[in-house]
């Protein structure tokens, strides 16, 4: 049995966190591969190093000196090796850090020596070796994740190493530069391991027990998901319920290793598995778990007859492609089509720009702009197979008083996304977490 685990930032946030990461790694024998993040918060109002590095970044290419953020980062890694009595020159490394992120002048360089210097800090904690992801972890020279050479250049790496210390979020792009994930992108470098590592499973350890089933900041004490699938983890995390990188589930799809989550601070509890499909039952309940975003903008075109008229679509989209703007859902009718996108694209006049190029390309009969969209998403495979869900749900929305301002249903029945104005967000997800799990 092969586990690789994956800690993320509050897990790492201090000396004494690190102590039970360090006692879950040497629990079980099975824990060969460990994945860390940079040291988030240790309390609220408190920074994480990820956030400060982006801070540092910032200094050094306004002033060209890593300023006062910088210094935080040290106070932080000087602490964490303090707190852990640990024989580590942290103050040659840090000041090799800062004299490299000073030379690199480099975003991603910079927010990554959290993790570099994390995963450094923990390999000498657990006495394994220490992997760098830049290594190991390679993007091909479209910026694109090169999921063939990184499995290639890590199996060769972790051969022959009992156990090993992995750094997470980066890697190194086609031309030796560092390049990281997205944000929270620690996710996938678990995964991306555990690919390599032929693992039997990939714990993704946190700060909660589990995956619940909406957002406990919006709805008081959801319930918790057992297990899910990994389609089902992917909507939900795409759509805002960030316990785990919406991308996770690529590497370990192909290999078809389950993920857990697990709640370091109480390693006792099972927390949630997410599953292959070959795996999963969906236990017959209709809905699995709900969740949202907001800010979106929905841009509405309709012309009489767009339906015939060919190419139409594919100048919309032309204009779009122009504009490097991305969208998340494309609801049509037989005259109208919209497009929803998250509203920070379209800031500085893109908006604008782009909705005039839009009426020069397909000379529409109206084109109307909604902003301050929500979108939620109602997830569960159960959907399809319960007849009355799409009632139920829009039934409980009306009962709160809320208009519906789009609906989109993928044709696999996987999920309803319903769009909202923003300030009914929350009365909106209670409503529906209230209609499909206080039954
Ligand atoms: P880590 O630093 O360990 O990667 P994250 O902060 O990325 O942790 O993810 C865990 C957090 O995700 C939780 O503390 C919780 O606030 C938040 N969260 C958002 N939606 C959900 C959900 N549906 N279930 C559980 N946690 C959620
Ligand atoms: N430290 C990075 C972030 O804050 C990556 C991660 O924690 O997964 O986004
Ligand atoms: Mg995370």
Same mark, same amino acid.
């Given at each position: ?185 620690? +996710? ?18 946190? +700060? ?47 290999? +078809? ?56 679509? =594919? ?65 569960? =495979? ?58």
């Amino acid at each position: 049995m092969i586990k690789v685990c994956k800690f993320g930032g509050t897990s790492m946030a201090d000396g004494t966190n690190m102590r039970r990461v360090a006692d879950i790694v040497a629990s079980d024998e099975s824990r060969r591969y460990v994945v860390v993040s940079a040291p988030g918060k240790r309390f609220g109002g408190d920074a994480k190093i990820t956030d400060l590095l982006y801070e540092t970044y910032r200094n050094v290419s306004e002033t060209g000196s890593a300023g006062e953020a910088f210094g935080k980062v040290k106070e932080r890694f000087r602490g964490i090796t303090g707190e852990l009595g640990l024989d580590f020159d942290i103050d040659s490394l840090l000041a090799d850090t800062e004299k490299e992120i000073l030379a690199e002048r480099s975003e991603d360089f910079t927010a990554s020596r959290g993790e570099y210097l994390s995963a450094r800090l923990t390999a000498a904690l657990l006495g394994v070796p220490f992997i760098d992801a830049r290594e190991v972890v390679k993007f091909d020279a479209e910026g694109r994740f090169d999921g063939t050479r990184t499995d290639a250049l890590l199996k060769e790496a972790l051969k022959g190493k009992r156990r090993a210390v992995v750094s997470g979020f980066y890697g190194e792009d086609a031309f030796g530069k560092v390049k990281t994930f997205s944000r929270g992108g620690s +996710d996938i470098s678990g995964a991306i391991v555990a690919r390599a590592a032929g693992a039997d499973l990939y714990e993704n350890w946190t +700060d909660v027990s589990g995956f619940l089933a909406c957002d406990p900041r919006i709805v008081p004490n959801p319930q918790q998901i057992r297990a899910l699938s990994y389609k089902e983890l992917r909507e939900l995390s795409y759509m805002g319920a960030n316990v785990l990188h919406s991308e996770s589930i690529f590497p370990v799809r192909e290999a +078809d290793i389950p993920i857990r989550i697990k709640n370091t601070f109480r390693p006792q509890d099972e927390g949630t598995d997410i599953l292959p499909a070959s795996k999963y039952s969906y236990g017959g309940r209709t809905v699995t778990g709900i969740a949202g975003k907001k800010n979106f903008t929905v841009i509405f075109i309709e012309k009489s007859l767009m339906n015939a008229e060919i190419g139409f679509t =594919h100048r919309v989209l032309s204009v779009l492609l122009k504009y490097g703007i991305s969208f998340e859902h494309m609801p049509s009718g037989i005259d109208t089509m919209s497009f929803v996108i998250d509203s920070e694209q379209l800031k500085n006049g893109n908006l604008e720009a782009l909705c005039a190029e839009i009426r020069e390309a397909v000379s529409p009969d109206h084109l109307r702009v909604y902003d301050d969209i929500a979108l939620i998403a109602v997830v569960g =495979h159960g959907m399809s197979r319960n007849i009355g869900t799409s009632a139920r749900l829009f039934q409980a929305i009306a009962r709160a008083g809320v208009n519906v301002r789009m609906i989109d249903q993928g044709s696999s029945e996987l999920n309803i996304i319903v769009g909202v104005d923003c300030e009914n967000y929350d009365r909106t997800l209670c409503a529906v977490y209230d209609e499909f799990f206080r039954e």
